[in-house]
């Protein structure tokens, strides 16, 4: 079993709708949810983490983990073209040494039609 | 702040070459820096963790005598394909953290494509 897993998409929606994107880890020690918006031939830049359960919100977008079902979301309210990218989950684990690592779902990428 | 770069965005090469890139923080000294390399249509693998001055630790899977990866200092790490072939042809991101820190800063990627 991955330990981050995200439908790919494509996910199309109209412009003004609310977007729901989702993931789901395997291990329950994990802490650290971080959500990344990569445009196409661009590094990912990271738009949220969140750390244990319940809800975060920055402006348009709300990150959300149920701990209980392992289970990780990122809303994005009155969606925009410019919001048309790929988002990726992540979890963070602590490595050793000072050091974090990230292991990211596969993505999903959305359109949004004007 | 927290700005990453890499050298070069996007190189093509002949099978059987070697190519090198550099990536730098540019505003920020970078005690650790990973590489990813993303696939089309898949997510980022990490490929291996280096820390300045210490020799890199590779993921399960990745040949460390065919990406050859050197972090001589706290600005500037380099991923070294050697003897490329057409599979080695992908995305390849750098990210860099501070001590202690887990944020992670990406670089732009360089597309490598081996002909």
């Known amino acids: 079993q991955k330990e981050v897993e995200q439908d790919p998409g494509p996910l199309s929606v109209p412009e003004g709708a609310i977007v729901s994107l989702n993931c789901t880890y395997s291990n329950s020690a994990f802490q650290y949810f971080m959500w990344y918006r990569q445009y196409s031939r661009k590094g990912p830049e990271l738009l949220m983490y969140t750390y244990s359960s319940g809800n975060k919100e920055d402006g348009r977008f709300t990150a959300q983990v149920d701990k209980s079902s392992k289970y990780i979301s990122l809303f994005i309210r009155d969606s925009q073209p410019s919001d048309s990218a790929t988002y990726l989950c992540a979890i963070l684990k602590y490595s050793g040494a000072g050091s974090y690592q990230l292991t990211f779902g596969k993505g999903t990428k959305l359109s949004v039609i004007p | 702040g927290a700005v990453v770069s890499q050298h070069p965005s996007w190189v093509i090469c002949k099978s059987g070459t070697s190519v090198k890139i550099e990536c730098r923080s540019l505003?920020?000294?970078?005690?650790?820096m990973f590489w990813y390399r993303q696939f089309p249509k898949q997510s980022l693998m990490l490929m291996a963790t280096?820390?300045?001055?210490?020799?890199?630790?590779?993921e399960q899977g990745v040949e460390k005598d065919k990406f050859l990866i050197n972090h001589a200092s706290l600005t500037l790490s380099t991923l070294t394909v050697t003897s490329a072939h057409p599979e080695d042809s992908s995305f390849y991101i750098c990210?860099?953290?501070?001590?202690?820190?887990?944020?992670?800063?990406f670089g732009p990627g360089t597309r490598l494509t081996v002909t």
């Open positions: 280096s820390n300045e001055g210490s020799k890199a630790t590779y």
């Open positions: 990210s860099a953290s501070t001590r202690s820190s887990y944020e992670q800063y």
């Open positions: 505003d920020f000294q970078a005690t650790t």
